[in-house]
């Protein structure tokens, strides 16, 4: 191929044969090519220039007092107020014990359900049987509108935080249990076959035992989030470990995660090849339902919470100051996406063998 | 290593079609395949007969074992015969006929029956030595001796037990990845040696390398091989017997005597006795494939 000016490509289409009059000068042509990767420093640079349009709009939309302003200060405040008040929202507001109280929220409500959905899941995607007894119930639990179940948490677990995290639990177990599901379908038949043909079996003595560690966990996990959920400040842990619900909790507890365990222990094929094999997957849709937990969270906190980010941002609605609403929403978007880089980041460390898709 | 002596009269590659039904025979069986048929989803408008009526005996050879090469046009039901030897589903069971391995039908898959597959399978989350060891590890052999032994294997199929043991399977060549599950395979000392197109994917050069190694190995186990392929030169070099397979549904079109390999693969496929004899097989397959073209269009 000649790239010479007598012979322009017939790609061009229409304009080939007159190319010279156009006259569109080389930075605009790169630009405007399809599916060009600009260089990483570029790419940042337009980056920021996205969101300094963002900002210039807001700041144009803001600027000067009172009626000169385009849009005004009751509607939304300037970017300066907005940084401005974010001493007050800190030391005032106690962001930091909001953000945490939110994150606690989530984290304790995603866990009981990655805990319950992912075992399921792996079960469900390796006996059909199992499937088709539980399908019907991840349509429902997949479908149901996940703001609708607030009014029945209220009812169901009060007003406390056990009602967050069950809220939480509810409206991701289902996601969970999907993904599990799935991941583990689509582990290739192939490895099964070669691990038949190289002898796996069922081990219950062996998955007995691992099972009953797993359960442990369970149990102490669940006992001892009950106590600080219960947020009961005249009782101290050494009186918890004393009473006879503690330790009804860790029983329960240690029987759920043992039967949800050990048919994945109890045999090989589950424990050496299925489940590992999965696990991959498995993480990373846990970690795109975080995100959507992390939303979910802030639905519950604004309709009634003590703390989280979700009740300052509807006390600074009916109360002021509206800047907060404003500063809440980035931290929020900035919390949210340090998370989900930081468990990208775990995930290429605990996986080195797969090469991760940016996403 | 024994090699056979061959005198400048011998016929290297000489083809010998042997009769279809088994031979009465005092020896004990391997494998005994008795009007075997496999029909997927029968009663149904999809049924499908991947396999008819194949009857076939593989002796127990005292000291060695046996090498058949299986040749075949696409979907005559070759990975079918192989998978109701190891006892995978859904090709087994079989719909009609007995299976004996050994004198027993198959009841399960089993370490007894090793299989290695064209796309290797090996686990991606293990390292090149869990990978080989899992096999040992599924059978409880304590940590220090599957490591011993898994290490032996790396070594024996021609990896670096230093280099290589710590590496996960994606940083392995195709090849390096054949060898892997070969040695994975190997390991558990299985009598019967299934191979499904196991060099398939593999370049010419590499491929005559994994020849070599298999012929080896293969002397040292005295296990029964049954190895399918699609390239006529590897059934013919690598076979003590060939099964040539017709057009679904596949039955054993012919048997052949081939000689045995006795010289390195590069070498010995490029003999023209040899290429005489592999010019032979291809015309019987040509003729099978002319046949089941004729057949669908009646």
Redesign the interface.
């Known amino acids: 191929m000649t790239s010479s000016p007598e012979a322009p490509p017939v790609k061009d289409g229409k304009n080939a044969d007159e190319p010279s009059r156009l006259a569109v000068p080389q930075w605009l042509r790169r630009v405007a090519t399809i599916r060009r990767q600009p260089g990483k420093l570029a790419r940042i640079l337009y980056g920021v220039s996205g969101l300094g349009l963002v900002l210039l709009l807001w700041w144009f939309l803001t600027r000067g007092q009172g009626d000169a302003r385009i849009v005004d200060a009751y509607t939304l405040p300037s970017p300066g107020d907005t940084i401005r008040s974010f001493h007050s929202l800190w030391f005032d507001r106690q962001l930091s014990v909001s953000a945490l109280t939110s994150l606690a929220r989530v984290l304790g409500g995603f866990t009981v359900a990655a805990a319950v959905g992912v075992p399921l899941g792996v079960i469900a995607g390796s006996y059909p049987f199992f499937h088709a007894m539980i399908k019907p119930l991840t349509i429902f639990g997949r479908n149901v509108p996940i703001a609708a179940l607030i009014p029945l948490t209220l009812i169901w677990f009060g007003l406390g935080e056990v009602q967050k995290v069950m809220f939480i639990f509810l409206a991701s177990v289902a996601f969970v249990l999907f993904d599990a599901i799935n991941s583990v379908h689509a582990v290739?038949d192939?490895?099964l076959?070669?691990?038949?043909?190289?002898?796996?079996?069922g081990s219950a003595k062996r998955g007995a035992t691992q099972a009953s560690l797993v359960g442990l966990i369970y149990g102490l996990v669940i006992a001892v989030g009950w106590f600080w959920m219960r947020e009961d400040s005249t009782r101290t842990f050494i009186m918890e470990l004393m009473s006879v619900g503690f330790w009804g909790r860790v029983a329960l507890g240690f029987l759920c995660g043992w039967v949800l365990w050990f048919p994945i222990t109890g045999h090989?094929m589950l424990g050496?090849?299925i489940f590992?094999?999965a696990?991959?997957d498995i993480v990373n849709s846990l970690r795109l339902i975080f995100g959507l937990a992390f939303g979910y969270i802030m639905l519950a906190e604004v309709i009634n919470a003590r703390h989280g980010l979700g009740s300052i941002i509807i006390i600074s609605q009916r109360q002021g100051p509206r800047e907060h609403i404003y500063l809440c929403l980035i931290i929020i978007s900035l919390l949210a996406w340090g998370i989900d880089r930081g468990i990208l980041y775990l995930q290429r460390h605990l996986?080195?063998?797969?090469k991760h898709a940016e996403t | 290593m024994p090699k056979p002596e061959l005198s400048a009269s011998d016929k290297p590659s000489e083809l010998k079609t042997v009769d279809v039904q088994p031979v009465e025979s005092k020896l004990p069986l391997v494998v005994d395949f008795r009007n075997v048929t496999k029909t997927f989803e029968e009663g149904t408008p999809k049924a499908f007969t991947a396999i008819k009526d194949v009857t076939f005996a593989v002796e127990d050879l005292p000291g060695i074992g046996e090498f058949i090469g299986i040749l075949g046009p696409s979907g005559c039901g070759k990975s079918t015969v192989l998978r109701l030897i190891a006892g995978l589903a859904p090709h087994y069971p079989a719909t009609s006929g007995t299976v004996l391995v050994h004198g027993k039908p198959v009841v399960k898959p089993g370490p007894d029956r090793g299989f290695v597959f064209q796309d290797y399978a090996n686990f991606p989350h293990r390292t090149v030595l869990r990978n080989v060891a899992f096999g040992l590890e599924c059978a409880g052999v304590p940590e220090k001796e599957r490591v011993e032994r898994a290490k032996e294997w790396i070594g024996k199929v021609g990896l670096d037990p230093k280099r290589d043991a710590g590496k996960y399977p994606h940083q392995l060549s195709g090849g390096m990845q054949q060898r892997v599950a070969i040695a994975r395979t190997l390991i558990m000392h299985p009598r019967i040696i299934l191979m499904d197109e196991p060099f398939g994917a593999l370049d010419p050069t590499t491929r005559h390398r994994m020849q070599d190694l298999l012929v080896s190995l293969w002397r040292e186990l005295e296990a029964t091989v049954f190895f399918i392929t699609h390239d006529v030169p590897e059934a013919v070099y690598l076979g003590d017997r060939v099964f040539i397979f017709s057009a679904s549904p596949g039955t054993i079109a012919h048997q052949l005597v081939v000689a045995p390999p006795d010289r390195p693969a590069a070498e010995m496929q490029s003999d023209p006795v040899f290429l005489e004899s592999v010019q032979e097989v291809r015309g019987m397959l040509g003729r099978l494939e002319e046949k089941a073209v004729e057949g669908k269009g009646d």
């Open positions: 290739s192939r490895y076959d070669t691990a038949y043909t190289l002898g796996v079996h090989q050496k090849v590992p094999l696990l991959p996986f080195p063998y797969l």
